[in-house]
């Protein structure tokens, strides 16, 4: 049974909840089942993924239970085509989120889709193969494909069981999100054209040549940043957030946007360092830009959805720092805080749709005093804040520490600003917490039902994630440690480069004058 | 020596803290089944709520005694117990574990916050009764003790700032517990963001000492790396100010302190324990833990001298023209706490600590008196509605004129001795000695007078409330009982260091702070004539302004309170706290809002106003080339002949 286990453990990931989405298409059941079914095919999945979370073997920094299967050759090209999948540390972790949130999405499900039920699961299901494939493909053409079914579903989602304005929204996302993907499309083009092959871990092993990479890293990049999304491309993100159903914004949240920063850390990377190396300054200024400007908006915002959202720019704009630092220890708090934010933004958004599903508006202002008519939702919503804001004992100040800590030395300007990102997270976070459970109650908001049994099962799992996390990282960050010191030790060499060239030039830049800051020598020299 | 056993000092008050939750938890349960969301916690979880909170904090406080014993066993130069629980973050460089780590410095702090918390615990069982958040309430107490625990007891500077933002926390939870007055949510919330303001610089600091040569995070490698001279002297003097900033958050100074003050909207006990004896003493705490560092920190210990001195005296300012019994007590407290600072600041690290031991003892005794007295008036907190209270709540009266007495710094009390410690030693520091004394003495004479006024406008004179309506009741015992064994503490902590004759405490603490304080004083010249004399004038300036104080504030306590009631001049400045709040609002506060704001709108407007228009153009594009299409031959014939024409020239010029 383990054998076979792990022989077809990534092929189960992607064939579970396939199967399980058409099964729920076809067969003959009442909404009650059908929505059983999808769960027992998204447990089933979580099962699988929590046996390849445990076995995954952390003491090697390559893609593990990996399986291939050629597929077509890729005219024009030497290339072939292959159904590859593979997981290493970048994936794993990803792969175990997108397990555990499918779930809590189809029991919590029931609060807020109350139509076209099968549609929904199957969706839902289609969703999950698609995001599982993203994080495992070893083959540029089948990450594209899974790349694309991932965002199929999401339309659906959000264009059915959306909020009024939900066309407008859904439109909005798949456009812009397509606009990234054709890019991506023309560089992976070019990419296979130019070094034959489409298998991504020959790729990772190849130096490119310096143009290529540079040519593919802007396509690539810009399509995962629009994903991500960075400032300033965020802006499909409040309205995607706002119009979707709470399940759908969860798995946007908590899986989609982490499709871009894995996009950048595989690709951006491991893939183009060199590419990589010369944008990283770019992108760290966007990063930090992110994270202030992100808790600025969010602080500015008046429906709760809305601030959830925006705070998802800031906390994006941490991990976009972290990977462009290059330092092993900044690159694995922003792995980890990649699926920290699935954690806590998940838990936001499920307590979103709570609250919305009980007095069916999120304007800030129509709340008050729910601390002492929901004490259970307030609970909920002020550990889910703490995690949000960082605070020490919680998932969210593993990964911020790390990100902040490891990006220091060399970014010690960016670093300081962006911990200024943690002061501001404080004020628009509690700023809310304010407005929506204290002060006095109003009679409106007195007699709100009580959190029922699956609000429970959708938030408990993720309460105790958070505090697990923060508490006990050590198994979380040991599976991502040798990945993110490969990836670091990748880009070394030519990081060295840029240092060398930029050297003789200008000498007392005040890059050099920070880092003698740090170089008790250096200041002696 | 490894002790795992220490562990069993946070742990017990987490303990406390579950088993509290799941009381509270119960009690909500049982709230939502009668659907009365207000009735308050009954009576038997209130009764095992207290008794569980107030006996894991004792119980912690026993074994911390253990522990104390185990340590002093030990030789004097082998004074560490540690205890390593399980790894916590290893990542890239980084290797941090759960360990604890307890030399004679934190020893004396973890007693003080066990034992007074205790106390404090016991307190609350009676001044909380029947509050519908009771179990709740000891919840939070408990998670408190054991943040701070943490915060004081871990090894690494990591540890210490989990302790350090969950005391945060807890203080955040405990100012709003009263969370349906918006006021009080306000004041919480303003405390915990003030406090992150000053964790930045903890953060930054951290992360210069880290990468700038200290190569770890745990206190004693980086006081080690500093003896060294790992650290040059630009980095040493930032990351100093960093951490300083933090300090001046948590610990309320210039420019931070302005949370304090509000953080009275708690519940009183909660003043006392949060806000006065312990986690506001944190700042205190982490300068001298780190003194070998600071020692080799040039340029810091003179700002901290500085900011601590300026505090002492602008706090206490403030103090003299409150009306509001807590609030008296608040700046008074910052004010101490400045003094904290001076002494830390001329290199008194000995005296820093022994002035925060016996602020503890008698800064939780006036708290917890004040709240004696808030529970005997029913909630009143306006002194000049006070008023001859003297024989209506006897011990509460006596006990409080002893903590009175220390706070101003009358001889034999302990207070007296902390106090004329820290300002000898900066009388015969190296940063501006004289100066810094007189502001240190002047903030003295304040201090006794704000005291003195004090206790002329609560206990002396007549009552100037209705005594039919307001019927005054002495405290249950459990109140009183904490006021009397704090009492006793106020005048006994004198005996850690009393002039010429013995000084343990400074005996105990010199494996820890002796290095950095012959770094920072140089070589000890006893000044005998010198600290007579001083003792002399810091006697005589407390009894002298005690007694201004009380006598001016008895004889016409109605000729005060219209002064104040009308406010002018100075003392509406004093009374308004130099409107230092208003000024924040009008330079911070307001313009981040603002911009807050701008960028909401810009992000409307400009940067998806860029998309829409980006698609919008995309869609009348296509409208325009659509009428290309129009279906009438000559239309197809004028495009075709242009289009030609188009690549007939394109492929001339190609092949030229």
């Not at chain 2, 919330?189 to 210069?208: H, Y």
């Not at chain 2, 407007?605 to 998309?611: I, P, S, W």
Request: net charge neutral; hydrophobic share 55%.
């Amino acid at each position: 049974m383990s054998a076979f286990l792990d022989n077809h453990l990534l092929t189960l990931l992607v064939a579970l909840p396939l199967v399980g989405s058409l099964f729920v298409l076809f067969v003959p059941a009442g909404e009650r089942w059908l929505r059983r079914w999808g769960l027992a095919f998204a447990l089933a999945t979580l099962a699988v993924a929590l046996h390849g979370y445990w076995w995954f073997d952390s003491t090697t920094s390559g893609f593990q239970y990996a399986v291939e299967h050629p597929w077509f050759a890729l005219p024009g090209t030497e290339a072939t085509v292959s159904l590859a999948l593979g997981m290493d540390g970048l994936s794993v972790l990803l792969v175990a989120l997108s397990g555990i949130l499918m779930p809590l999405v189809l029991v919590a499900a029931p609060g807020g889709i109350k139509t076209r039920i099968r549609e929904f699961v199957f969706w839902a299901l289609m969703m999950e193969a698609g995001m599982m494939g993203v994080f495992l493909a070893q083959d540029l053409v089948l990450f594209y494909i899974f790349w694309e079914v991932s965002l199929i579903p999401l339309y659906f989602l959000i264009g059915i069981w959306g909020g009024e304005n939900r066309i407008y929204a859904t439109v909005k996302f798949v456009l812009y999100t397509l606009v990234g993907s054709l890019l991506m499309l023309v560089g992976l083009i070019r990419v296979a054209l130019e070094s034959g092959t489409t298998n991504i871990p020959e790729l990772l092993s190849r130096d490119l040549s310096v143009e290529l990479q540079g040519f593919a890293f802007v396509c690539f990049a810009l399509s995962f940043l629009i994903k991500v999304p960075v400032v300033p491309f965020h802006t499909w993100l409040p309205d995607a957030h706002v119009q979707a159903p709470t399940g759908g914004s969860v798995i946007l949240a908590g899986v989609m946007l982490k499709m871009g920063t894995y996009g950048l850390m595989r690709f951006g990377l491991q893939m183009f360092p060199a590419a990589a190396v010369d944008w990283a300054p770019v992108l760290i200024v966007i990063g930090v830009v992110g994270i202030l400007y992100g808790s600025l908006l969010a602080w500015a915002q008046r429906d709760l959805k809305k601030l959830v959202a925006y705070s998802s720019v800031a906390h994006l704009g941490f991990v976009v720092l972290g990977i462009f630092a290059f330092e092993p220890t900044a690159l694995q708090g922003a792995v980890l805080q990649g699926v920290n934010h699935g954690i806590s933004t998940g838990a936001l958004f499920f307590l979103v749709g709570v609250i919305y599903d009980r007095r069916h508006t999120r304007q800030l202002k129509d709340f008050g005093g729910l601390a002492t008519s929901f004490p259970s939702f307030a609970f909920f919503l002020v550990l889910a804040t703490l995690a949000s804001v960082g605070l020490p004992g919680t998932n969210g100040f593993v990964g911020e520490f790390l990100i902040l800590f490891g990006s220091f030395p060399g970014h010690e300007w960016a670093v300081a600003f962006a911990a200024l990102g943690v002061v501001l997270g404080a004020v628009y976070m509690l700023g809310m917490c304010r407005e929506v459970l204290f002060g006095r109650v109003r009679k409106v908001n007195r007699d709100l039902k009580p959190m029922q049994i699956r609000e429970w099962v959708a938030l408990t799992p993720l309460a105790a994630l958070m505090l697990w996390i923060g508490l006990y990282p050590g198994p979380v960050l040991d599976r991502t440690r040798l990945v993110c010191e490969a990836m670091s030790a990748r880009v070394q060499p030519y990081l060295e480069q840029t240092e060398e060239a930029s050297l003789p030039e200008d000498s007392e830049s005040s890059a050099d004058t920070k880092s003698n800051l740090l170089n008790p020598q250096g200041m002696e020299r | 020596m490894e002790t795992p056993w220490l562990w069993l000092i946070p742990l017990l008050p987490f303990l406390g803290t579950l088993l509290n939750a799941l009381l509270h938890a119960g009690v909500l349960r049982r709230r939502q089944q009668e659907r009365d969301l207000m009735a308050p916690a009954v009576a038997v979880p209130e009764r095992l709520a207290g008794w569980i909170g107030t006996g894991a904090v004792a119980l912690s406080f026993l074994v911390a005694v253990a522990a104390f014993l185990r340590l002093k066993a030990l030789p004097v130069d082998e004074r560490v117990l540690t205890a390593t629980l399980a790894p916590w973050i290893q990542a890239g460089s980084l290797d941090l574990s759960w360990t604890l780590s307890i030399d004679p410095l934190n020893a004396a702090m973890m007693l003080v916050v066990t034992g007074v918390g205790a106390l404090i615990h016991l307190y609350s069982i009676g001044y909380m009764h029947g509050d519908k958040g009771f179990c709740k309430y000891f919840s939070y107490l408990n998670l408190f003790v054991g943040m701070m625990l943490m915060l004081i007891l871990s090894e690494s500077l990591l540890g210490l700032f989990l302790g350090w933002e969950g005391v945060g926390l807890c203080s955040y939870l405990l100012i709003g517990f009263w969370y349906e007055d918006g006021e009080k949510a306000d004041a919480a919330r303003k405390a915990f963001i003030v406090n992150r303001i000053g964790d930045f610089g903890f953060l930054i600091g951290m992360f210069l000492l880290y990468w700038g040569g200290g190569g770890s995070l745990n206190m004693s490698d980086i006081n080690a790396a500093a003896s060294q001279g790992a650290f040059s002297e630009g980095l040493a003097t930032l990351a100093g100010l960093c951490l300083f900033l933090g300090c001046c958050g948590k610990s309320a100074q210039i420019p931070l302190y302005v949370w304090l003050p509000d953080a009275m909207a708690g519940p009183t006990p909660v003043s006392a324990l949060i806000h006065a004896a312990t986690m506001v003493t944190s700042g205190i705490y982490l300068v001298a833990r780190l003194g070998d560092f600071f020692a080799f920190a040039p340029g810091v210990l003179p700002v901290i001298a500085c900011v601590g001195a300026a505090t002492a005296l602008f706090a206490a300012t403030i103090g003299i023209a409150q009306r509001d019994i807590k609030k008296v007590l608040a700046y008074s407290t910052v004010s101490q706490l400045g003094y904290m600072f001076l002494g830390l600041g001329v290199g008194a690290f000995t005296g820093a600590v022994f002035h925060l031991i016996t602020h503890a003892f008698f800064k939780a005794l006036l708290f917890l008196g004040a709240g004696s007295v808030i529970h005997a008036m029913h909630h009143q907190q306006d002194m000049f509605k006070m008023g001859g209270l003297r024989d209506r709540i006897p011990i509460t009266y006596k006990t409080m004129l002893i903590g009175a007495f220390a706070l101003a710094g009358v001889p034999l009390f302990s207070g007296f001795f902390s106090k004329d410690l820290i300002l000898f030693e900066t009388a015969t520091g190296h940063t501006s000695p004289w100066l810094l004394w007189l502001v240190g003495a002047g903030g003295a004479a304040l201090t006794a007078t704000y005291t003195g006024r004090l206790l002329a406008l609560t206990f002396y004179g007549e009552a100037r409330f209705d005594p039919q309506k307001t019927k005054v009741h002495e405290s249950p015992r459990t109140m009183t009982l904490p006021l009397m064994v704090l009492a006793v503490l106020s005048i006994a902590g004198g005996l850690l260091g009393i002039p010429f004759i013995m000084h343990p405490l400074a005996d105990w603490l010199d494996p820890v702070v002796g290095q950095a304080t012959l770094e920072v004083r140089g070589e000890h010249h006893p000044a005998h004539g010198l600290e007579i004399a001083l003792l002399l004038v810091g006697s005589a300036i407390a009894i002298g302004f005690l007694s201004f104080g009380l006598r001016h504030y008895r004889r016409s306590p109605e000729e005060q309170r219209s002064r104040a009631d009308q406010a002018t001049g100075l003392l509406r400045w004093l009374a308004n706290a130099w409107f230092v709040d208003a000024l924040y609002a009008l330079l911070v506060t307001t313009p981040l809002k603002i911009l807050a704001i701008l960028s909401a709108t810009v992000d409307v407007f400009f940067v998806d106003g860029t998309v829409n228009w980006v698609a919008r153009r995309s869609r009348a594009t296509g409208n325009d080339v659509r009428r290309m299409q129009s279906g009438g031959a000559n239309d197809y014939a004028l495009w075709f002949s242009l289009g030609a024409v188009v690549i007939v020239v394109g492929l001339l010029a190609g092949t030229r």
